[in-house]
């Protein structure tokens, strides 16, 4: 099984998946989220794939976040306009993102990848 790690080098929560995948031998391809951010089409699929509401895509506690008050943006805001919103910077996207085409995780919980990629292997 490929899997895609969306990731951002400098970030210690992507290294900690990194690892993880390394050490248990999964076959991955990294994505750079920033230099190579993802589609609004791309970002549609994940989120239909993940089964997460849209706003777990966002990266909260991000210094992009904050400075363009995306919480006040992402109260009313469609489905649409926060894909929009995801694909115009890959700083606002929470990270790692790690996908098969099919399952979606966000984010990096150690139990939550043993159960996602692990366990239908």
Same mark, same amino acid.
């Given at each position: 099984m490929a899997l895609t790690l969306y990731w951002y080098p400098n970030c210690s929560t992507c290294k900690k998946a990194k690892k993880w995948l390394d050490d248990h031998h999964l076959t991955y391809k990294l994505v750079h989220l920033v230099e190579e951010t993802p589609?609004?089409? *791309? =970002?549609?699929?994940?989120?239909?794939?993940? *089964? =997460?509401?849209?706003?777990?895509?966002?990266?909260?506690s991000g210094k992009v976040y904050r400075e363009e008050n995306m919480k006040d943006k992402l109260k009313d805001a469609t489905?649409?306009?926060?894909v929009t919103y995801l694909a115009s910077n890959g700083m606002l996207i929470k990270r790692p993102i790690v996908t098969d085409g099919n399952k979606v995780t966000v984010g990096f919980k150690e139990d939550e990848f043993e159960h996602t990629w692990l366990s239908n292997n």
């Open positions: 589609s609004a089409d *791309e =970002l549609s699929t994940l989120i239909q794939h993940s *089964e =997460l509401p849209p706003k777990k895509f966002f990266n909260t489905i649409e306009q926060m």
